[in-house]
């Protein structure tokens, strides 16, 4: 190793020993344990749904559906039938699957329809209101999974969604603080308005029930009659009308063509671990294996949590591959994924080639050819008892989605086709500035970030783990993975340490507060990185790790079958393991 570099590695390491508190919150609380299936949600009433499911005999599959129903009416920020989302699922024999359930753009979807006549986005049209609707995939997603990995019925796994919707459910703080967050944009459409917020307008405060009898019967329609309530029936009648008389484009069509795609997932092996992911039309799982071969070769063990060494190299790999995400990937129906270049080993090495062991890259250098997280998904982590695993992340985009109900539905609707590029080089809702490759096109699914991730090792489930935070879910989930692998942390530790993120442009490395000591921060400065430490937390993943809470109990023996965590910036989640 270069004399310097082994200097500045000895600097970072005695810094790190001598001053720095330990990045990992020292007072994580312990993962939940369980002998026979974990369940990990945002919301605690629909983490007990999923642990109900696998009791009754369900498998993981079951308890994925039922808590994917259950989040719509318990978690309206972000479950919903309203949106669309993955589902990652590795099977007891050690075969895996990817189901795509995402919106699709509308038919009447073109390439400049956010812009005004000057060739500039209109504020606002990707995200507010009926034009930023795609088509939802959740129901349609939830089914097929059901009808194809399932066992129990369809009725049975709907009934705890229709019973919360009917009956309602008590909000604790972490509901009501997530009400209350999207109150002035729920406000402005009557029908959203009228189930979300008080006759006075004000949102429910905690410890008052919520109670959305449209959104039950809509659930019951299913529940009775399968998707096709959904996608043939009243529902996409009422919201087809609603998008017409408000602005949008969703048409009858539009919803009767809906497909789900079954998708070979995203994989590739980190030091003796292998990584199930992802596909386009997502990003998350090609992405966190670019970054992921890149560092390999780096001994992010040794060079420690946190310190400057690690964050550098982190970054530099995160740069790197984001220049890859916001250029070359999008709906594999419509452009051919580099997925085998950007999973390439040799790749990588070129990449780490590139990367100056003592100075910060710089962005603007890296611009590709011809190019011109409010943050609310939701993540789930379920095992059952025979060791299927399965991770759905799935998403409204934003918070409440568009934050519009066709009345009578009680379905709030996403704003995904935000996700698009709406013009090559301007920035959408998480600062992503992509390109052509995921322009708007009819039919087309815009590319995703989410990352629901299974991890197997020697032929056994290893990890489940995946998280909400828009552009930076695969940075999330890339951290708990390293954490867990290469600094040794336990799962609910993984979940909790401070993050960074860097995703190419703006060329700014993002902190959480108090995510690294000033000397770090010094140091990175001197390397001429730009920090940006006013960020808030974010992210809220949700995890599993197999056989123990950490490597160090893993390779001891003697821990607990499973070990759940719930990220703790997550108010309203909970892990439950039995
Ligand atoms: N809407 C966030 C994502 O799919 O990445």
């Not at 979807?109 to 000057?118: P, Q, S």
């Given at each position: 190793m270069h004399n310097t570099r082994r200097t500045l590695i000895a600097v970072s390491l005695s810094l790190t020993l001598t001053f720095v508190p330990f990045l990992a919150y020292a007072a994580s609380p312990q993962p939940a344990k369980g002998e026979h299936g974990m369940v990990v949600t945002a919301q605690h009433l629909a983490s007990e749904v999923g642990v109900e499911v696998l009791k009754q005999g369900g498998n993981a599959v079951d308890a994925a559906v039922a808590v994917g129903y259950a989040l719509a009416v318990v978690y309206p920020t972000a479950g919903n039938i309203g949106g669309g989302g993955f589902m990652t699922i590795r099977f007891k024999d050690g075969r895996s699957t990817f189901l795509d359930f995402r919106e699709r753009a509308p038919l009447?979807?073109?390439?400049?329809?956010?812009?005004?006549?000057?060739?500039?986005p209109v504020k606002g049209a990707s995200l507010d209101?009926?034009?930023?609707?795609?088509?939802?995939?959740s129901v349609a997603g939830f089914e097929m999974a059901r009808e194809k990995y399932?066992?129990?019925s369809r009725q049975d796994l709907l009934a705890p969604a229709i019973r919360f919707a009917k009956e309602g459910f008590v909000l604790e703080q972490g509901d009501a603080a997530s009400l209350q967050g999207g109150a002035e944009r729920l406000a402005r459409d009557p029908a959203a308005a009228a189930i979300f917020?008080?006759?006075?307008g004000k949102p429910y405060a905690v410890g008052e029930r919520l109670v959305q009898p449209d959104l039950a019967a809509s659930l019951a329609a299913i529940s009775e009659r399968g998707a096709d309530a959904f996608y043939k029936g009243a529902t996409a009648d009422a919201i087809v009308k609603a998008s017409g008389e408000k602005g949008g484009i969703l048409a009858r069509a539009d919803f009767e063509n809906y497909a789900v795609r079954e998708l070979k997932p995203a994989t590739c092996n980190y030091r003796g671990y292998e990584i199930i992911s992802s596909p386009p039309p997502s990003s998350g799982g090609v992405i966190i294996c670019e970054i992921l071969n890149v560092l390999e070769f780096y001994p992010l063990s040794y060079l420690g949590a946190g310190s400057a060494e690690t964050v550098h190299v982190m970054v530099e790999a995160m740069r790197h591959a984001y220049v890859d995400r916001n250029s070359a990937l999008g709906d594999p129906g419509f452009i051919d994924n580099p997925v085998a270049k950007l999973l390439d080993k040799n790749y990588a090495r070129e990449i780490r080639e590139k990367i100056d062991p003592f100075r910060a890259g710089v962005s603007q250098e890296l611009m590709p050819k011809g190019f011109g997280e409010s943050n609310e998904t939701t993540h789930f982590s379920i095992i059952d008892n025979d060791g299927n695993a399965v991770a759905v992340t799935y998403t409204l985009n934003g918070s409440f989605g568009a934050g519009v109900v066709a009345a009578g539905t009680g379905i709030l609707l996403n704003n995904e086709m935000d996700d698009f590029t709406q013009k090559p080089g301007v920035p959408n809702l998480y600062g992503l500035v992509q390109g052509e490759a995921n322009a708007i096109a009819p039919k087309k699914t815009p590319l995703s970030s989410m990352s629901p991730t299974i991890l197997a090792k020697d032929g056994k489930p290893f990890m489940v783990i995946g998280s909400p935070g828009g552009s930076r879910i695969i940075t999330i989930t890339l951290e708990a993975i390293v954490n867990v692998?290469?600094?040794?942390?336990?799962i609910q530790e993984a979940i909790d340490a401070p993050r960074i993120h860097h995703q190419?442009?703006?060329d700014t490395v993002y902190i959480e507060p108090f995510g690294l000591s000033p000397d770090t921060e010094k140091l990175l400065t001197g390397m001429g990185y730009r920090l940006d430490l006013a960020d808030t937390t974010w992210g809220q993943a949700a995890g599993i790790l197999v056989g123990g809470k950490s490597l160090a109990e893993i390779e001891k023996g003697g821990g607990a079958r499973y070990n759940g965590a719930i990220d703790s910036r997550a108010a309203a989640g909970k892990a439950i393991g039995y």
């Open positions: 009447a979807a073109t390439k400049t329809m956010y812009l005004d006549k000057d060739g500039k209101g009926y034009l930023a609707v795609g088509v939802p995939g399932g066992t129990l917020l008080k006759p006075d692998v290469d600094h040794g942390m336990n190419w442009l703006p």
